[in-house]
């Protein structure tokens, strides 16, 4: 096993060039993917990576309930520095367990909140709150709906409405609200993947935008809906919440004047729409900086595997029958 146990907590650093790139040059649905992906598979090998060294550490503890074998010689030269590794992981491990928890938990809070608030509207998939704050966000679900405030159809045109629940619905179709969520934890298990949660929640809203684009057949005007909504929501709180894909300033981590910089989002769907190649070329920044980061993927994968099989074999011998 030796030091390529350690190697996954360090590898998220090989997605970094990627995480910038891919919201620039490459179609947005193709980018959350990739993105997505990369962060999902890279967590998960790092919390592997901590759950073997805290094998080791918890095998050091007086009292511990683990068989004696496990803490021999043989089993603590597996891993280089065993007593700080190992020690260290334990702390580390129940730090990530307990924020993925944290955070699973206020996700689920925030969309039982939500769907309290539409208590006693009439059913169906739009929901309007008489509220003249602007917002408009995508409730998934069971029964999915577009929440849309009165504050904010009163501040669009007829297009820009179009274009506004057509954005909403791409939201929900799409089942953006897994995405962020996938990144949002992926980012609370190894904290160098938080770019890639940064960037996953521009992608997501550029995608909607495409497809707003595509369903009202023009795109100035998604971009003027997206103006306008930011300047209407501009210094309204938003909820930060995963679940939740919004329009508005105050729908949650996806909201129009939340989810990126609108200025960029704008000027994207001012210029021709990207391609919609799946993977970059090679023999460009963004096709390296895939390649690498699809590399550093793999490795941290392998190397997550390589130490689990060594270490239950190690592991295995050193258990009495």
């Known amino acids: 096993m030796g030091v390529f146990v350690f190697l996954p907590l360090v590898l998220p650093l090989t997605a970094w060039p990627v995480a910038r790139l891919a919201e620039q040059h490459l ?28 094998v080791v550490g918890t095998a050091q503890l007086p009292g511990n309930p683990l068989p004696d074998g496990w803490s021999d010689p043989e089993v603590r030269a597996a891993v280089p520095y065993d007593e700080v590794a190992g020690k260290a992981a334990i702390a580390a491990l129940i730090l990530v367990l307990g924020s993925c928890a944290r955070a699973v938990r206020r996700h689920r809070g925030v969309r039982v909140r939500a769907r309290r608030a539409l208590e006693g509207l009439p059913a169906g998939p ?29 501040t669009l045109t007829a297009a820009e409405r179009r274009a506004l629940f057509a954005h909403e619905r791409s939201h929900l179709a799409r089942r953006h609200h897994r995405f962020l969520l996938a990144v949002q934890l992926a980012a609370r298990a190894n904290p160098f993947l938080r770019p890639l949660r940064t960037a996953v929640s521009y992608t997501t809203e550029r995608w909607a935008d495409e497809e707003a684009a595509q369903a009202v057949g023009s795109r100035r005007t998604v971009a003027l809906a997206i103006g306008r909504a930011a300047l209407v929501s501009a210094g309204t709180p938003g909820v930060g919440h995963a679940g939740l894909a919004g329009f508005g300033g105050s729908a949650g981590l996806a909201g129009f004047a939340t989810a ?12 021709p729409a990207p391609a919609g190649r799946v993977w970059p070329p090679v023999f460009t920044a963004v096709g390296l900086a895939a390649w690498g980061a699809a590399a550093g993927t793999a490795a941290s994968a392998l190397s997550s595997a390589n130490s689990a099989v060594t270490l239950f074999l190690i592991l295995h011998a050193a258990t009495p029958l």
């Open 27 to 54: 179609h947005p649905r193709t980018a959350t993917w990739l993105l997505s992906a990369a962060a999902g598979v890279l967590a998960l090998c790092s919390t592997l990576c901590l759950a073997l060294l805290v």
């Open 126 to 154: 739009v929901a309007v709150l008489p509220d003249g704050v602007a917002y408009a966000y995508a409730l998934p679900g069971r029964r999915p709906r577009i929440v849309v405030s009165s504050g904010m159809l009163g």
């Open 260 to 271: 990126g910089p609108v200025p960029r989002r704008v000027a994207a769907l001012l210029a």
